[in-house]
């Protein structure tokens, strides 16, 4: 049976990578969609071997990308974080280093047109509503992948991609503490459920018993620590309002320790069976708004006070991470207004995918 092909581009966004294709060529049916998308990428291999997958998580992760309808959106970005070893697909989350690369794949698309030096992208992230300017650098309408800005885990400079996210509360959930509290206590630990950007369970490093500054191998090993994060995520995901999410990568999970290098704090980020090698966009807004925000884990592990813009720089295995939280509190409770960051992006590959005939056939 012939081979199915589709159009696509392969794009590291931010410190992830994958690829970026037209919704309008792939399945309508989400059913359908799953079985192409774990096809593409090549999930149910450790190494993603028949596949584009990279064998990690930050590795097997799609965009699509269609010209939205939305009065603010010029594009909707809808996300799929394909499974690596499994053969599964989660469209709950959203992924904000895949976003990164939403922007310059939108205009290589050409469901965006490039204007003067610096071209606004202004996105709908449609699995959580939230909406994200982006700004991409387009001098003489080409776009720039070169350039000067630094990130730290992806080596080289890239051209500065400014992202401004809003509407970030929420985001799956009925708001930044859904719970209803800003403090849970589960197992007997104490932790803190929050969606901004991303539903998070947050907990303190020390009431996990590590320090927080190992690296991500050493979490990665550390099975009776990931057992223990995983029964609470389970419990957490309930009173969340997620159900079960025995199989879903929501909510994801993060650990907080004292800053040692310089920054805020120190961050581990769970994906949420695997730390994060560095960190995640959308996770980086959870995370500094627990810092923010009192009476939760956070609250007390900054060394400084903060008022509004406040700048954050999370500590991460491989660096850091810096966040602009701009936040505000309304009638006693803490809210998020918006998130900024700075990260690069590049296009990788361009062509066609392909994806056996029996699988995937076009009518």
Known sequence: MTQTSTPFIFMRGGSSRGPYLKRSDLPEDLNDLSKVLISIVG??????????????????????????????????????????????????????????????AAIEMGLVEPIGDVTEVRIRAVNTGTLVSELVQTPGGSIRYDGKAAIDGVPGTAAPIHLQFMKVEGSITSGIFPTGATLEVINGV??????????????????????????AGDLDSNKPLMEKIEAIRLVAGERMGLGDVTGSVTPKFGLLAPARDGGSACIRYFMPWNCHPTLAVTGSQCLAACLLAPGT????????????PARLQLEHPM???????????????????SAGLLRTARKLAAGEVFVPGEVWSRP
């Not at 998070?200 to 690296?215: K, P």
Request: proline share 3%; glycine share 14%; net charge negative.
């Open 43 to 104: 999930a149910g291999h450790p190494f993603n071997i028949d596949g584009i997958g990279g064998g990690t998580a930050v590795t097997t992760k799609v965009a699509m990308l269609s010209r939205s309808d939305d009065e603010w959106a010029d594009v909707d970005y809808f996300f799929a974080q394909v499974g690596v070893e499994e053969k599964l697909v989660d469209y709950r989350p959203s992924c904000g280093n895949i976003l990164v690369g939403v922007g310059p």
């Open 319 to 337: 660096g850091k991470m810096e966040v602009v939280i701009d936040f505000e509190t309304r009638d006693g409770t803490f809210h998020v207004t």
């Open 190 to 215: 104490d932790v803190s459920c929050m969606d901004v950007a991303m539903p998070m369970v947050i907990g303190r490093a020390a009431d996990f018993g590590i320090s927080g500054y190992e690296s």
């Open 297 to 308: 884990v956070g609250d007390g592990l900054l060394a400084e006070t903060h008022a509004s």
